[in-house]
């Protein structure tokens, strides 16, 4: 179990959620954003999806940015604090929020930050061991073999592994096709990949030969910007996979192309 999970029994029906879009699924992928309103929804909850939100300041606090980054944390932590519980899903933005805003602010902002950080959880973290939701009740369309790449930050900093196995599993009937040296990065990294084009470049190779090396037609994930990576390169190379986010297969959206496959 999650240790950020531990504290917290099942909450009743009816509780207020806010869900964090992200900046990828609002530019890149709305799917994931609705995908994500419908789980919660069917575990029962109240979900509010704040026209004000702004990125978290990720980008620009990994570089060293923490001037421009204040002012976008605060703007977060100020307009997603009246819900309940805030639900991302993305492991990166949601470490970035539970662990980053504490660190970077200050007195009333820091208490502010460190009871929104209590009340943040990354999706397949909330839906397994918060709501603990259960499977539709319908069946589940025959899909190829599913594989599954763990984001860094989520499986470091949010210790997000079993969860989403767990719901492809109860949910959907799936058995994930685990491929080799799942925990290592893709070469995604935010913007690592723009600095260090040719070190990501050989990181995304050896993890789509991993992937590919399963035998599995899907590969699922939790973070928007790996599965654009993988998805991106694959595509370039030519490899016949699909690549969706977690929250996609949850909730059978299967009409919406892969990402990489059309728009």
């Known amino acids: 179990m999650n240790e950020h999970a531990e504290q917290h029994v099942a909450p009743p029906r009816g509780i207020r959620v806010a ?12 799917s994931v954003a609705f ?3 419908k789980l919660l929804e069917r575990a029962g909850c109240d979900v509010i999806v704040p026209l004000q939100q702004t990125c978290c300041g990720q980008p620009a606090y ?10 976008l944390a605060k703007q977060v932590i100020a307009t997603l ?18 662990h980053h805003y504490p660190k970077l602010l ?33 069946a589940f369309p025959k ?3 599913v594989t599954y790449h763990d984001g860094c930050a989520g499986l470091r900093e949010m210790g997000i592994r079993e969860q989403p196995r767990q719901l492809l599993r109860e949910l959907c009937g799936i058995e994930v096709k685990e491929l080799n040296h799942s925990d290592v990065c893709c070469g995604f990294g935010g913007t ?15 993890k789509l030969k991993n992937v590919m090396a399963t035998g599995a037609g899907i590969l699922a994930g939790g973070d928007l910007g790996c599965l654009l ?5 694959a595509r370039r190379h030519g490899e016949d996979i699909e690549v969706r986010h977690i929250a996609e297969l949850l909730c059978q959206d299967l009409d919406t192309p892969a990402i990489g496959q059309g728009t």
Request: hydrophobic content about 45%; aromatic content about 8%; proline content about 6%.
């Open 19 to 30: 869900l964090f879009v992200t900046c990828l699924a609002d530019l890149l992928r709305p």
């Open 229 to 233: 990576n993988i998805a991106g390169r």
């Open 192 to 206: 690592f990949c723009a600095k260090m084009p040719e070190i990501s470049a050989k990181m995304v190779d050896d």
């Open 106 to 138: 200050e007195g009333q902002w820091r208490d502010r930050a460190l009871q929104l950080a209590a009340n943040t959880f990354e999706l397949t973290v909330f839906l397994a061991e918060i709501v603990r939701i259960k499977a539709p009740g319908k």
């Open 143 to 145: 899909l190829p073999a």
């Open 81 to 98: 604090e009246g819900a309940d519980y805030v639900v991302v899903p993305s492991g990166s933005c949601a470490g970035m929020i539970t």
């Open 35 to 37: 995908a994500s309103i």
């Open 62 to 71: 990994n570089n060293g940015n923490y001037e421009d980054t204040i002012p």
